[in-house]
C-alpha cells in the first residue's frame, strides 16, 4: 500500500471488530449463493467454502487470526442463543420424542460412546501424539461445549473447535448419502444419528432435509452435548 | 425488527443467561446454554403462546445455523502445523469415525424400536 491515507485506513480497519464481522458475513453469504447454485451440492457446503475463502483474505492481508475474531466473534457469540433456540423445534416433535424415548436413549448413549472413542482409537492406532488423541476424543460434540471437554481432558480447545467443525461437515457431506445406502429412511432415526455424529452442522443439513430430522437432530445434538460432558472424560481416563 | 424479533431474542438470552448462572452456581460439566435450552423446553409446556412467540427469532438463527461455526472454523490457521504433521491419523479418525458413528447410532436406534415393537414406524420402509 503505497498510498499513505489507504495504509491509514487498514490500521484502523484492522483495529476495529468492523472488518472481521463483515467479511464473515460477505464469505458465508458468497458461499451460501454458490451452494444454492449448484444445486445444493454437498461437497460445497457453505461452511467449508466460506473458511476458505475467509482464510485466502487473511493470509493475503496477514492479519493474525485474534485480530479478525475480534470482529467474528458477535456470530460465534450467537452458538448460545441458538443452542436455547433448539427447544422450540423439539417442544414440536414432544409427541414423537415421547412414544420413542428408550431407542433415543440407548442410540444417544451408545453413540456418544462410539464416536469420542472411534475417533481416539483411529487416531491412536495412525500414530497421533497425546495432544491431538485429547483434542479428538470430543470432535461429534457441538463446538461451545467440546471446547470445555476439551479443555478438562488437557487438549487443546481452539484445535477441537476445528476437528468439531469439520466432524459436522463430514457427516452433513456423507450423512444423507450413507443412510440412504443403508436404506434408512425414517427421519427420526436418521436426525437422531446426525446429531450425535455431526453435532450443528449436521443439525441444519437436517432441517433442508425435513423440519422432521431436523428437530430429532437438534435433539440429539442438545442431549449428546449433555451425555457427553459425563461419559467422555469418564471413557477417556479408563482407555489411558 | 419486529416486536415478536425483539422479544424472542430476548428471551432467549434471558435463558441462556440463567443457564449460565445455574451451571456456574451448581458446578455442572455442562455448558449454560444446553441448561438453559433445556429451561426453555420446560416452559414451553407452562405457555402454550411462548412457542408462537420465539417463532420469529429461532427461526432465523436455526435457518442459517451453519454461519455461525465460520469463526470457529477460520481457527484452522493457528494449527496448521501440527495438522501438516498429523493429518493422515487425524483425517482418517474424522472420516471413518464419524461414518461409523452415523451407521451405529441409526442401526442401534432401529435396533432398539424393533426390540420394543414399534419398528413398522422406524424401519425400512
Redesign the interface.
Known amino acids: 500500500m503505497n498510498n499513505p491515507q489507504l495504509a491509514q485506513i487498514w490500521v484502523y480497519l484492522a483495529a476495529s471488530p468492523l472488518f472481521g464481522l463483515t467479511i464473515?458475513?460477505a464469505?458465508?453469504q458468497l458461499a451460501h449463493h454458490v451452494y444454492v447454485r449448484s444445486g445444493r451440492n454437498q461437497l460445497l457446503?457453505?461452511?467449508?467454502t466460506?473458511?476458505v475463502l475467509?482464510?485466502i483474505l487473511?493470509q493475503l492481508t496477514g492479519m493474525p487470526?485474534q485480530d479478525?475474531?475480534a470482529g467474528?466473534?458477535f456470530?460465534?457469540f450467537?452458538?448460545?442463543?441458538?443452542?436455547?433456540?433448539?427447544?422450540?423445534?423439539?417442544?414440536?416433535q414432544f409427541a414423537k420424542l415421547r412414544?420413542?424415548w428408550?431407542?433415543?436413549l440407548?442410540?444417544?448413549v451408545?453413540?456418544v460412546s462410539?464416536?469420542g472413542l472411534?475417533?481416539?482409537l483411529?487416531?491412536?492406532?495412525?500414530?497421533?501424539?497425546t495432544r491431538?488423541l485429547l483434542s479428538?476424543a470430543p470432535?461429534?460434540v457441538t463446538?461451545?461445549?467440546a471446547m470445555?471437554i476439551a479443555e478438562?481432558l488437557g487438549g487443546?480447545p481452539?484445535?477441537t473447535?476445528?476437528?468439531?467443525?469439520?466432524?459436522?461437515v463430514?457427516?452433513a457431506v456423507?450423512?444423507t448419502r450413507?443412510?440412504d445406502w443403508?436404506?434408512?429412511?425414517?427421519d427420526?432415526?436418521?436426525g437422531?444419528?446426525?446429531g450425535?455424529?455431526?453435532h450443528?452442522?449436521g443439525?441444519?443439513r437436517a432441517?433442508q432435509v425435513s423440519s422432521e430430522m431436523?428437530a430429532f437432530s437438534?435433539l440429539a445434538m442438545?442431549l449428546s452435548?449433555?451425555l457427553a460432558?459425563?461419559i467422555l472424560?469418564w471413557l477417556v481416563r479408563w482407555v489411558q | 425488527m419486529s416486536t415478536d424479533f425483539l422479544f424472542g431474542i430476548t428471551v432467549l438470552l434471558v435463558y441462556q443467561l440463567i443457564g449460565e448462572i445455574i451451571t456456574r452456581l451448581l458446578q455442572l460439566p455442562v455448558p449454560g446454554p444446553v441448561i438453559g435450552m433445556l429451561l426453555l423446553f420446560a416452559s414451553l409446556f407452562l405457555h402454550h403462546n411462548l412457542e408462537q412467540r420465539l417463532d420469529a427469532a429461532s427461526a432465523s438463527l436455526l435457518t442459517h445455523l451453519s454461519l455461525l461455526f465460520v469463526p470457529a472454523g477460520v481457527g484452522v490457521m493457528a494449527h496448521f502445523g501440527r495438522l501438516e504433521e498429523q493429518w493422515l491419523p487425524i483425517l482418517v479418525a474424522l472420516v471413518l469415525g464419524t461414518l461409523l458413528t452415523l451407521a451405529a447410532t441409526a442401526l442401534i436406534m432401529l435396533g432398539v424400536s424393533r426390540l420394543l415393537g414399534h419398528g413398522g414406524k422406524t424401519g425400512h420402509e
Open positions: 464473515t458475513l464469505a458465508y457446503n457453505p461452511v467449508v466460506a473458511v475467509l482464510i487473511l487470526y479478525y475474531f467474528a466473534q456470530v460465534h450467537l452458538l448460545g442463543p441458538a443452542t436455547v433456540a433448539l427447544a422450540i423445534p423439539l417442544y414440536r412414544q420413542l428408550l431407542p433415543v440407548t442410540a444417544l451408545l453413540g462410539i464416536g472411534s475417533a481416539v483411529i487416531a491412536d492406532m495412525l500414530g497421533a501424539d491431538t479428538l470432535k461429534s463446538a461451545p461445549v470445555g478438562r487443546l481452539s484445535l473447535a476445528v476437528l468439531v467443525v469439520s466432524t459436522g463430514i457427516g456423507f450423512g450413507l443412510f443403508m436404506g434408512i429412511r425414517d427420526s432415526v436418521r437422531i444419528a446426525m450425535v455424529a455431526a450443528g452442522i443439525t441444519a432441517f431436523g437438534g442438545a452435548a449433555f460432558s459425563v472424560p
